[in-house]
């Protein structure tokens, strides 16, 4: 991954973004149970697995049923590589899949780091604003003069009253709560359009280009269209191609 992000970082430009979105795996996870992006549980990775599964065993001094730590580790190699590390988002998912275990949680979350090249960079932070919640409407629709609010000894003007912005809404949290959106072409996990659409909106402009280098079935290339944008998608797997293909000739894209 480190050596695939050098050649990104190449192409990418100077105040550019790059939007990782990582599962983790389990060290003794059955063969293809994991979460890659928008190929999860494909043959190839099947493959891969059984042609490790004893060495998996003892991969890195794990232990077996250890949790792997995959997007961390990958974020602390691309940090250590030059990146600039400026976020970690957690995509949380309210309808996960099932799993048949009885000793932990259920998965519903995955991470999606916020990686640049340099300090400072383009980010729209007003495309993906927030709504305001009601609760901070009435608190904002207040008489702000006459508000007495609460003192802290290091603010020195004052006592902290409530402030905000009722027209353009809050800024973006950390923690985005979309739905997985299965894809009727696709035996496995594709994106939900409102994940790569966040990212889009925020790290580009009209007319830039969206550049996926893991397309898949080609969630990001869709929304980076439909939203104005040019893009590139690199992917290896024929099959992926073909369903890519197909899927830009259609018009309905998901089922549900």
Same mark, same amino acid.
């Given at each position: 991954m ?32 994991k ?17 490790? #599964?004893?060495?998996? &065993?003892?991969? +890195?001094?794990?232990? @077996?049923?250890?949790?792997? /730590?995959?997007?961390?580790? %990958? ?45 400072k960079y ?19 629709? #207040?008489?702000?003069? &006459?508000?007495? +609010?609460?003192?802290? @000894?290091?603010?020195?003007? /004052?006592?902290?009253?409530? %402030? ?52 898949g079935?080609?969630?990001?290339g ?18 992926y191609?073909k ?14």
């Amino acid at each position: 991954m480190v050596e695939v992000f050098r050649q990104i970082k190449r192409v990418l430009k100077h105040d550019g973004t790059v939007w990782l979105n990582l599962g983790d795996s389990y060290n003794s996870s059955p063969a293809g149970n994991k979460s890659w992006g928008d190929g999860v549980g494909s043959n190839k990775y099947y493959e891969v697995e059984k042609i490790h #599964q004893k060495e998996k &065993k003892n991969f +890195g001094g794990l232990k @077996p049923k250890d949790l792997v /730590g995959i997007p961390w580790r %990958v974020a602390f190699a691309l940090q250590q590589d030059g990146w600039y590390l400026r976020q970690d988002i957690i995509w949380h998912k309210p309808n996960p899949m099932p799993e048949s275990i009885t000793d932990r949680c259920t998965k519903s979350h995955e991470y999606i780091f916020l990686l640049t090249k340099s300090a400072k960079y383009f980010y729209d932070n007003d495309a993906i604003r927030e709504r305001t919640k009601e609760s901070t409407l009435q608190r904002l629709n #207040q008489n702000i003069n &006459k508000q007495s +609010g609460s003192y802290t @000894p290091s603010k020195g003007n /004052g006592n902290m009253k409530a %402030v905000g912005d009722l027209e353009t809404g809050r800024n973006k949290r950390s923690v985005w709560k979309i739905n997985t959106q299965p894809y009727k072409e696709a035996h496995f996990a594709v994106f939900p359009p409102e994940l790569p659409e966040l990212c889009i909106k925020a790290g580009s402009s009209e007319g830039d280009i969206v550049l996926d280098p893991f397309f898949g079935s080609g969630t990001t290339g869709w929304v980076a269209q439909r939203l104005g944008r040019k893009w590139i998608g690199i992917e290896l797997n024929e099959e992926y191609i073909k369903i890519a293909e197909k899927r830009f000739q259609q018009r309905e894209l998901f089922v549900g």
